[in-house]
């Protein structure tokens, strides 16, 4: 059940600090992938999500673009990584 959560986010994005906080709020393991000190994983996110914006969330195979909770807590709960 390790690693089945990556975010990808910059420092600057307040989106991704809520998204990350949430995250760890419900005690969810994942894995931080910074755009912005590394532009490849800038271009694995455009590559599954289509777009640029952040935060991109790679749940199981799922992806969330935005903190969009409701989405977010759905791919959680659908992949048993939450109860």
């Not at 990350?20 to 005690?27: H, T």
Request: charged residues 25%; negative net charge; glycine residues 8%.
């Amino acid at each position: 059940m390790n690693n089945q959560v990556t975010i990808y986010s910059a420092d600057w994005c307040g989106f991704c600090r809520s998204a990350k906080e949430y995250l760890k709020s419900i005690n969810v393991n994942f894995v931080e992938k910074n755009i912005e000190t590394n532009p490849a994983d800038g271009q694995e996110a455009f590559e599954k999500s289509g777009q640029r914006g952040i935060p991109v969330l790679d749940i199981a195979g799922d992806i969330v673009i935005g903190f969009d909770r409701p989405k977010i807590n759905d791919s959680l709960k659908k992949h048993q990584l939450v109860s």
